[in-house]
T-cell receptor, first 113, second 111 residues
Framework: SAVISQKPSRDICQRGTSLTIQCQVD?????MFWYRQQPGQSLTLIAT?????????ESGFVIDKFPISRPNLTFSTLTVSNMSPEDSSIYLC??????????FGEGSRLTVL | QKEVEQDPGPLSVPEGAIVSLNCTYS??????FMWYRQYSRKGPELLMY????GNKEDGRFTAQVDKSSKYISLFIRDSQPSDSATYLC???????????FGAGTILRVKS
C-alpha cells in the first residue's frame, strides 16, 4: 500500500518568514490534497493539487499565501508564506488511495512565534 | 451554523464500556460518510466508510447513518485503552469529492 512522507514533521518559525512543506508519495497519484488542522478545529481543505496544472484553492485560501507546486505524480509542496501566529497549525497532505478512502500523511506541525 | 457538528468531548469511559460518538450535518446532498481515528502526533486513519443510510459493522466498530435525521454514529464495543484517540467524522457528496470534517471527539478509555 502507498505511503506518504511529509517533511518537516515539525518546525518553529519566526513571524514574517515562509516555510515549504514537502509531500512524497511512493506511487503515482493524480490528485493530492492539502489540509490544515488548527487546534481544536476541523480539518479544512486548503487546495487540490493536480500534476501539470495550477492548484485549485478553497474559499478563504489564496495562492499568494499558500503557493503549491506539483512537479510530478509523486511529489507536491505547500509553502506557508509570510507566517503569523495564526498560521500555527498542522498541515497534512493526502490522496485517495482507493475510491472514497482519503489517505493522510502524518502531518507537519508548525508553530509561529 | 457549521456544515458538520461534532461534540469535541473529551469523552472519558472505563475499559470495556460501549462508546457512542455522533455527528450531525446540514447538507442533505452528503452521500458518503466516514469515521477517522487520529492518534496524538499522527495523521488521521480511516476506520469506517459508509454509503447512504444504514449500518456497517467491522469487528468492535459499528457505523450508523440516518439520512432522514442527518445524524451519524460510531459505536465502539468493549472499548480498550488503545482506542484512546480523537475520532473525526467526515462526509462528502460523492466518492472522490471534497470531504467535510467534524471537529473531532477526544476519547479516553481508562484501564
Amino acid at each position: 500500500s502507498a505511503v506518504i512522507s511529509q517533511k518537516p514533521s515539525r518546525d518553529i518559525c519566526q513571524r514574517g518568514t515562509s516555510l515549504t512543506i514537502q509531500c512524497q508519495v511512493d506511487s503515482q497519484v493524480t490528485m493530492m490534497f492539502w489540509y490544515r488542522q488548527q487546534p481544536g478545529q476541523s480539518l479544512t481543505l486548503i487546495a487540490t493539487a493536480n500534476q501539470g496544472s495550477e492548484a485549485t484553492y478553497e474559499s478563504g485560501f489564496v495562492i499568494d499565501k499558500f503557493p503549491i507546486s506539483r512537479p510530478n505524480l509523486t511529489f507536491s509542496t505547500l509553502t506557508v508564506s509570510n507566517m503569523s501566529p495564526e498560521d500555527s497549525s498542522i498541515y497534512l497532505c493526502s490522496f485517495y488511495r482507493v475510491a472514497g478512502e482519503l489517505f493522510f500523511g502524518e502531518g507537519s506541525r508548525l508553530t509561529v512565534l | 451554523q457549521k456544515e458538520v457538528e461534532q461534540d469535541p468531548g473529551p469523552l472519558s469511559v472505563p475499559e470495556g464500556a460501549i462508546v457512542s460518538l455522533n455527528c450531525t450535518y446540514s447538507n442533505s446532498a452528503f452521500q458518503y460518510f466516514m469515521w477517522y481515528r487520529q492518534y496524538s502526533r499522527k495523521g488521521p486513519e480511516l476506520l469506517m466508510y459508509t454509503y447512504s443510510s444504514g449500518n456497517k459493522e467491522d469487528g468492535r466498530f459499528t457505523a450508523q447513518v440516518d439520512k432522514s435525521s442527518k445524524y451519524i454514529s460510531l459505536f465502539i464495543r468493549d472499548s480498550q485503552p488503545s482506542d484512546s484517540a480523537t475520532y473525526l467524522c467526515a462526509m462528502s457528496e460523492g466518492s472522490g469529492n471534497k470531504l467535510v470534517f467534524g471537529a473531532g471527539t477526544i476519547l479516553r478509555v481508562k484501564s
